[in-house]
């Protein structure tokens, strides 16, 4: 029998909604752990998801039969009625409409794996805003700053 193979990785970042503080220390793991196994259960593999208070940081690999945006139109969608379901109080949490996705290279996957895993030491020197600047400028990718942050 024929079989597809892949090595799909991608860097996904997306924020709650309006960049608000609304992923709480106390159930930040669980939340995380939750969105890796929608991936999971998707068909993919969720290497790491980390982040802050206000966006998350997802190192995946996409199954071949499903594209990105499926895979996170899941994500987000499923991560945000957990987060009502289990968490008291997070009426309005929500993520940001937008993600961004970027591909990774095998050769640089540890490197991509150890930034995501420094999440809280990174944002103590830069904001989010410049973090995803300074991506979209090293990859290349044309921006209109009024529309970035809706």
Known sequence: MPHSHSDILVHVIFSTKERRAA???AFKERLFAYM???????????????G?????????????????ADMMRFVKG???????????????????????????SRSVFKQVHRYISRQEEHHRKASFKEEMIAFLRK???????????L
Do not use: C
């Open 78 to 104: 499923s991560s945000s009625r957990w987060v009502h379901r289990e968490i008291p109080g997070t009426r309005g949490f929500g993520w940001q409409t937008a993600y961004s996705v970027f591909s990774v």
């Open 23 to 25: 992923i709480a220390d």
């Open 139 to 149: 990859h290349e990718i044309e921006y209109d700053d009024k529309y970035l942050w």
């Open 52 to 68: 802050t208070n206000d966006h998350v940081h997802m190192l995946i690999s996409v199954p071949t039969s499903m594209s990105t």
């Open 36 to 50: 890796s196994a929608i991936v999971k259960e998707r068909g993919g593999v969720a290497h790491l998801v980390n």
